[in-house]
């Protein structure tokens, strides 16, 4: 989905092939995705994995996914490591313990410090954020990049407590090439269940 | 150290101001720094945080962190993703658990599903890495970044179950901007053991 949301924020088409998840550690997908992961990036130039690189290559080749001069392209990409380095760790570490720890005695202390972990990050992003639309002026990647982060937390709750990140995620979801990209994403899940 | 050695690397002359970490939290630095982190950057036309944005304004102004065509830097800058948001945050974790749940009952279970997080990001690591002496042929800010990462699991004894993800490190840490930045670095803390 992030990629996809970059692609129809630039105008570009693409193509999608799927992975099956029995596929991913297939020495031919190891060979483009070492950690065998999704997605991975085809050009006829460049081979790329992790959903931040590609995106950042786009935002370097297209216009439309950051501001065109240099400190402001510079503030954007820099949201995008915060969005992955910063933001989403402690979100991952949610979701693991949320998959994996359910049965375990100390689940529920486990989850308190990881929630307190995801809230201080969430109460500096959203002092940040204050009223501001987008976290610097116009839309950009690290916008996109930060709303798919929080998107993570869906059913959870815990964005809900902001309403200016809850705000922020629904301006995100509410755009043209969101919307596109979730309808052709969502077209392929139909699709493969019909296979 | 991270950005020191990247500027160590690139051969540009900086000035270091360190922020106490009482002041982390102070407004004047939540303004240049929203999560209360380091380090800052700031040159007369931008002020970043995140080390991988700072090291990425870097590798975009000044030769010396990637290859100068645009598939060889597309593939330098992917794998400083790749140690930034696929291998450190387990290691970040571990750092976690070590920290504040060693009188916990269930540490000892945690650990050990928290390493084999670490493990199988390292195993895949070690696969693509193989006989290579970088990540992709020359050294670059991806090298830079993994070892740095890589280096947060001295003392663990993890990494030396890879002996080429070892000697990756060893190779890293040998070059002669590593140990600029470090004597730089080390020579700050004593001063300030001092003052």
Redesign the interface.
């Known amino acids: 989905m992030r990629v996809r949301w970059a692609l129809e924020e630039i105008g570009q088409p693409y193509d999608v092939s799927l992975v099956p998840m029995a596929r991913l550690k297939d020495p031919s997908h ?1 060979a483009r995705n ?4 999704i997605p991975t990036y085809e050009d006829s ?2 081979t ?3 959903s ?2 590609i995106i ?2 786009l935002v370097q080749q297209h216009s439309g996914l950051a501001p065109k001069d ?2 402001g392209r ?2 954007a ?2 949201w ?3 969005a ?3 933001v ?2 402690p979100i ?2 949610l979701e ?1 313990a949320d998959l ?1 720890e359910t049965d ?3 689940y529920g ?2 989850r308190a ?1 990881i929630t307190a ?1 995801i809230t201080a ?1 969430l109460d ?2 959203s ?2 954020l204050g009223d501001r639309e987008w976290l610097e002026g116009a839309f950009s990647a690290g916008d996109l990049m930060m709303v798919m982060v929080l998107r993570r937390l869906d059913g959870t709750g815990i964005v809900e407590q902001y309403p200016n990140l809850a705000a922020f995620v629904a301006r995100g979801v509410a755009r043209a090439a969101y919307r596109r990209a979730f309808a052709a994403q969502l077209a392929v899940f139909e699709e493969s269940k019909t296979a």
């Open positions: 190891l070492p950690f065998g992961q130039d460049v790329l994995f992790e931040g690189a950042l290559l240099a400190e510079a503030r990409i820099m995008m490591f915060a992955l380095n910063t989403e760790p991952v570490e693991q994996t375990k005695s100390w202390e486990h410090a972990r990050r500096a992003l002092a940040w």
